[in-house]
């Protein structure tokens, strides 16, 4: 199905089953432990063996050699796999370092060999036992040291220019003009990187913990060099992901190489300090913000640039992309530049470029604000727009950010902010309160799904489709009910599996409404069938309901139209020009209140309020945990998470739980979230957009802004821990 015009009226549109704040159809499973996840795939027949990973000792440089003698001899060792063993090995598209390094080291934790054995503790004492002996060259490992030789980075448009910024900020009534930093940052999901492989002569099977199949079928046939027909891989739930599990990673690949090498199936999953060094992380950023407006607090000229890193070959941190669409002004510019760093390999984490981006840019505006002695909500309001700022002959597709402040600014008690910063105290804690616009653009990607039919009046649907804890298996089961006139309970839905048509994945927000979409259009084909198959003449004429077709006084059930042998239908979502002619892009605002410990600068929460416009909620339940969960992560970012470099060694120190700092349940009292009933016809024919990374873009900045109206200290170097405010905090009274 090829969208390309503007939904108009169809049977989503009822609203029956979608929109309907439905519970999980998964979440019985979870909460009994039935939910099989990656490592716990078990045939009882089957002798698995466990596989433990070698990660280098060193951020760059080469191995000399590799004695693996004491290793091999060890109890219980099966087999010790190593580059020398298998040669060469390619590079998936999405990879930036190699999984299996060589040689050649580029960053700390690299595998470089992976130890099998009978047990995962044999498998784990052996790998201590390989005696590398490394020959280590310097390093490049500080940013902020390196950010003189960074570069244009090669992207289509790295950066943009409207106007004339350089006059226009020069000749601006006020100004601002300041730097600010985001930290790198992990993605510490709940469910580490796992990977059972098995083999059938040439044919590979691989149970992982992927947020896109068809992505890591692709890279992994890339990787060992063999046809993606003869690849399996299994994905159907998710311990949280967040974008580290968007592309192939080492478990897959060394699990399979040594799957092959043991002869049997074998479990590998990556320790905790390598999902901080040897996956992936968010780039830390040096940001420059300038704003210029007249009295009246219009912007008159608005520029971004940013400063992130990566390895040879990687991309920067694409933080001023929101900058680009969010206020109105004439004159503007935006620019990227990425250095070499031999760190640990940057990619997409929750957000990625909106998230960091947030982070500096909504502090800059309360800055501003406040030189314009403007209250924080009307300077965001007296800047919106209803067109893209660099291209004002294009309108957005639907655009209430405005909404979203002000019934946010109701909802949340804004009018009671004290104006003075440091001016409420509650005993020894300073009070404060403090806004920020959240923004994410919605993207889509083509997605396909298949459906089923059977004698019974069981709908199936199966589709690669993945679900990270966001709901995909709820609201896709919702689809399918809404579109055949069936109750949830009568609909079974298959994910994460390569033999189903390929979807659009779950990822960038994107995957919610695309996947819906594509079942919305193998569903449409379903209906197609039934009417041919009944002898409708029109399938656009007729009403599913209830386990029935209709058309006029005829009404027939869908088991007959099944029969004994059943129907199947097929198709995907493909989408046109729209996203072309209108921008399309979801809206919020973020309400925090802190308290400050007048005495020791330890920050705490007291609550959160998030309004969102993402167009049609498909559950309201799935979207609010969505919400509630960027909400918590953005908390960390601003008051705790900070992966930290060894400027000298090249690695993050804090590479566990212990030391990496996340909030936990005691430090988020109380969150609400408020969907602006609205529905967004040229996204898709579900009308929807994402909702999973709005919910955090622009928390941290809100929180940050309330520490500031709660003490008077302005905070510009994420995160806002209590040594940065101490030595500012008011006398204690």
């Not at 604000?369 to 309001?381: N, S, T």
């Not at 199936?460 to 919702?478: F, K, L, N, P, R």
């Not at 009568?490 to 079942?519: E, H, I, Y």
Request: hydrophobic share 40%; charged share 25%.
């Amino acid at each position: 199905m090829k969208f390309d015009t503007p939904a108009t009226t169809n049977p989503i549109d009822q609203l029956k089953v979608v929109g309907q704040p439905i519970h999980r159809i998964d979440g019985p499973l979870k909460t009994t432990g039935r939910a099989v996840y990656a490592y716990e795939w078990h045939d009882p027949n089957t002798r698995y063996a466990y596989g433990h990973v070698v990660g280098s000792a060193i951020a760059k440089g080469r191995i000399r050699s590799m004695d693996v003698t004491a290793a091999r001899s060890a109890p219980g060792v099966i087999a010790v796999v190593t580059s020398d063993g298998i040669g060469e090995l390619k590079k998936g598209e999405f990879n930036t370092a190699k999984l299996f390094g060589g040689t050649e080291i580029q960053h700390y934790h690299q595998a470089i060999a992976v130890v099998v054995a009978e047990t995962f503790e044999e498998a784990r004492a052996a790998a201590q036992l390989v005696k590398v002996d490394y020959a280590e060259e310097k390093g490049v490992f500080d940013l902020a040291a390196a950010r003189d030789t960074a570069v244009k980075p090669e992207e289509d448009e790295p950066d943009s220019a409207v106007g004339d910024f350089d006059r226009a900020f020069s000749a601006a009534v006020v100004k601002l003009d300041q730097t600010y930093t985001t930290p790198d940052q992990s993605h510490a999901m709940m469910e580490p990187h796992a990977s059972i492989a098995a083999w059938n002569g040439d044919e590979l099977t691989v149970w992982t913990s992927s947020q896109m199949i068809d992505w890591w079928r692709t890279d992994l046939a890339t990787t060992l060099g063999i046809d993606k027909e003869k690849v399996h891989v299994m994905s159907p739930f998710i311990g949280g992901g967040f974008g580290v599990k968007l592309f192939l990673r080492s478990d897959a690949v060394l699990a399979a190489l040594a799957a092959r090498e043991a002869k049997r199936p074998v479990k590998v999953a990556l320790p905790r300090p390598f999902l901080m060094n040897n996956t992936t992380h968010r780039p830390a950023t040096i940001q420059r913000i300038r704003i210029g407006a007249g009295r009246d607090g219009k912007i008159t000229a608005i520029a971004h640039e940013s400063w992130s890193g990566d390895l040879p070959g990687g991309g920067p941190e694409v933080a001023v992309q929101q900058t680009r669409l969010l206020y109105a002004g004439e004159n503007r510019m935006t620019a990227m530049r990425l250095a070499t760093l031999d760190l640990p390999e940057g990619n997409a984490m929750r957000a990625p470029g909106e998230a960091p981006g947030m982070m500096a840019l909504e502090i800059a505006m309360d800055e501003m604000a406040e030189r314009l002695g403007l209250d924080p909500v009307e300077f965001r309001i007296i800047n919106d727009t209803q067109v893209d700022p660099e291209k004002p002959e294009r309108p957005f597709s639907h655009r209430d950010l405005v909404g979203c402040l002000r019934t946010g600014a109701e909802r949340f008690g804004w009018q009671e902010r004290n104006k003075q910063p440091g001016g409420r105290r509650d005993g020894n804690w300073l009070v404060g309160l403090g806004v920020a616009s959240a923004f994410r653009n919605n993207l889509l990607v083509p997605s396909g799904a298949r459906v089923r039919l059977d004698r019974e009046g069981v709908v199936t649907v199966e589709t690669d489709m993945t679900d990270i804890g966001t709901g995909s298996y709820t609201i896709i089961a919702q689809t399918a009910a809404e579109m055949l006139g069936v109750p949830v309970d009568k609909v079974a839905v298959s994910l994460g599996d390569s033999r189903f048509p390929v979807s659009s994945g779950s990822g960038g927000q994107f995957g919610g409404n695309c996947s819906t979409a594509g079942v919305y259009a193998a569903c449409v084909k379903m209906r197609e069938a039934v009417a041919q198959k009944l002898g409708f003449n029109n399938a656009d004429d007729l009403i599913f309901a209830d386990g029935e077709v209709r058309s006029g006084d005829r009404r027939m059930p869908l088991t007959e139209a099944a029969g004994d042998e059943g129907l199947v239908a097929e198709d995907s979502i493909e989408f046109g020009k729209l996203a072309e002619t209108h921008q399309q892009s979801t809206f919020g605002a973020h309400f925090v209140e802190v308290g400050v410990d007048v005495a020791t600068g330890e920050t705490r929460i007291r609550r959160m309020l998030a309004v969102c416009a993402a167009g049609r909620i498909l559950n309201p339940i799935t979207a609010r945990s969505q919400v509630i969960g960027a909400m918590t992560m953005g908390v960390g970012g601003a008051l705790s998470e900070e992966l930290v470099v060894d400027k000298e060694r090249g690695f993050f120190v804090n590479h566990d739980l212990a030391a990496y700092e996340v909030p936990v349940h005691a430090d988020i009292p109380h969150q609400e979230v408020i969907f602006l009933d609205e529905t967004d016809p040229m996204s898709s024919p579900m009308k929807a957009k994402g909702i999973a990374e709005l919910g955090l873009c622009g928390v941290a900045a809100a929180v940050a802004n309330a520490i500031y109206n709660a003490t008077g200290v302005r905070v510009r170097d994420y995160p806002i821990t209590l040594d940065k405010l101490i030595k500012d905090l008011p006398e204690l009274s």
